[in-house]
């Protein structure tokens, strides 16, 4: 029983050392770190490169449209805040001449 489990354990070993022999040229056919890269690895990172720098445009542009929108809604509910304001005053302190504003009123 335990010549049968070490064999085992043995063809198991043998599986994870050798690699295909396809695996095998395509690894030995690698390049170092210090080699030149090939025209294809370039053009790879390039495009990869170009489509990070897009997706990030993409998502910069998104945040500022929002901020932008959320920016004009609080001026317009501001101005809106302020036109109400204004118009209460100039309901309250109305004297009857032109223009209506407490300023203008004459001494008696």
């Known amino acids: 029983m335990l010549v049968v489990k070490s064999t085992l354990l043995v063809s198991g070993m ?26 294809d690895e370039v053009n ?11 997706l990030r445009r993409e998502y910069y ?11 004009e809604e609080q001026r317009d509910e501001q101005e809106e805040r302020t036109r109400e304001a204004v118009e209460q005053w100039r309901q309250w302190h109305y004297d009857g001449l032109y223009p209506p504003y407490l300023y203008n009123r004459h001494p008696i």
Do not use: H, W, Y
Request: aromatic share 8%; proline share 2%; hydrophobic share 25%.
């Open 14 to 39: 043998k599986q994870k050392i050798f690699m295909q022999e396809s695996d095998a040229s395509s690894f030995l056919k690698r390049r170092g770190k210090r080699s030149p890269k090939s025209q």
């Open 61 to 71: 542009e998104e945040q500022r449209n929002e901020f932008e929108n959320f920016v």
């Open 44 to 54: 790879a990172e390039n495009r990869q490169k170009l489509r990070d720098d897009e």
